[in-house]
């Protein structure tokens, strides 16, 4: 049983590329969630799902958009890298069953130069 | 939207002693209030949480208390151990199912 698994681990990108990170979870859990982890700051959300094929936005998300074709499976997509994205990335998941307990990825981390 | 503010930031204690880490909130609306533990290189664990129907909670050597009047709430280690140490975010759900997340707090464990 992985949990939630995410890829790719390390990226590098030049301002203005684009890229995709992909979440994957193996619970059959509802909800899923994008956070960004920056020094000082702690985890702040960017998108979430609450069920396959609904997102909706969190307290940062101008520059990110977001799938949630298949249930087990979140999208995060970064159509202009900019410098400020330079971040860990982390993905989560929960039942939605009333227990609201995160389960999370190990994170990617994003260099934009 | 809910604010989340932790302190302190860094916190270094010997092993043996207690470790407090205090939180407060902004929205009355709040009613779940987790703790998480993340490793170097890992993502963050939940340890401990808590509803605004509970005044204290434990498990072994981890305690959270929670004063709804005060927007508070605060994280409590007992005979701390070099493997707490870690950095620790509490967050706090109005029922959105949406975690607001504190900054954080790196605790340092001295053997």
């Known amino acids: 049983n992985a949990g939630v698994t995410q890829t790719p681990k390390f990226r590098v990108l030049k301002t203005g590329q684009s890229m995709t990170l992909l979440c994957a979870q193996d619970?059959?859990?509802?909800?899923m969630y994008w956070y960004r982890q920056d020094p000082g700051m702690g985890l702040r959300l960017i998108h979430y799902?609450?069920?396959?094929?609904?997102?909706a936005k969190g307290e940062v998300p101008d520059g990110y958009n977001v799938s949630r074709l298949k249930k087990q499976n979140f999208l995060l997509g970064l159509e202009s890298a900019a410098p400020s994205q330079t971040s860990v990335y982390f993905c989560?998941?929960?039942?939605?069953?009333?227990?609201?307990?995160?389960?999370f990825g190990s994170g990617t981390q994003l260099s934009v130069l | 939207g809910e604010n989340v503010e932790q302190h302190p930031s860094t916190l270094s204690v010997q092993e043996g002693d207690s470790a407090v880490i205090k939180c407060t909130y902004s929205?009355?609306?709040?009613?779940?209030f987790p703790w998480y533990k993340q490793e170097l290189g890992k993502g963050p664990q939940l340890i401990i949480d808590?509803?605004?129907?509970?005044g204290e909670k434990k498990d072994q050597r981890i305690a959270v208390t929670l004063n709804k009047t005060a927007k508070h709430f605060s994280l409590h280690i007992t005979e701390t151990q070099p493997e707490d140490s870690a950095v620790y975010f509490c967050?706090?759900?109005?029922?959105?199912?949406?975690?607001?997340f504190g900054s954080g707090t790196r605790l340092q464990v001295q053997p």
């Open positions: 967050a706090a759900d109005t029922g959105r199912r949406a975690l607001t």
């Open positions: 619970m059959n859990h509802e909800y």
């Open positions: 929205d009355s609306a709040s009613n779940y």
């Open positions: 989560a998941s929960s039942s939605g069953t009333g227990d609201e307990k995160l389960f």
């Open positions: 799902s609450v069920g396959e094929g609904t997102t």
């Open positions: 808590i509803r605004s129907n509970v």
